[in-house]
């Protein structure tokens, strides 16, 4: 069993998120999913985008430092969209994390990827978030950096299509991309 600390996308702590840590402990995992905003969720990127801008990154980023401070050196870090920038930008403060797992994007390059490092990423295919020259030179950098990584593509699917309350949602790759996460998480 592996202590997996989960965070939110810009849209906020959504039911997606819930049920997504639910099926991950029905899998034997312990998860974890803290609110980085301290606020209702919203239903619309631009409206996300504005809370995002309105709580702050240094609030996001402490509300995220906390979280782990309850949680194992070993943790796997992961995120929804935003949620696996800010996993990432925490790996530096976690170097003894046993994994990254990345849904919807992968947000900057981390700072500390150690060799060996197990990183799974799983996103649309296109996706705007980040863009394809950004996504180019974030797998370079990874994987230069000696990090296990394993990407997972989805054609035709919108960004966020694991959440089903929102229109990218695709049950098919929703279900593809929990039973490859839920298959990597149980190595850790």
Known sequence: MGHVVLFHSAYGLRPAVLVAADRLRAAGHHVVTPDLYGAPAVDTIEAGFALLEEVGEVAVMGRARAALHEAPPDAVLAGFSMGAAVAGALLAERPTAAALLLLHGAGGVPEAVRPGLPVQLHM?????????????????????????????????????????????????????????????????
Do not use: C, K, M, N
Not at 158 to 179: K, Q
């Open 124 to 188: 649309a295919d296109p996706d705007e978030y980040p863009p394809e020259p950004e996504l180019g030179r974030w797998q370079r950098a990874i994987t230069g950096a000696g990090a296990e990584l394993s990407v997972h593509r989805y054609p035709g699917v919108g960004h966020l299509y694991t959440d089903p309350d929102l229109p990218d949602h695709d049950p098919a790759a929703a279900s593809r991309t929990w039973e490859r996460a839920v298959a990597f998480l149980d190595g850790r």
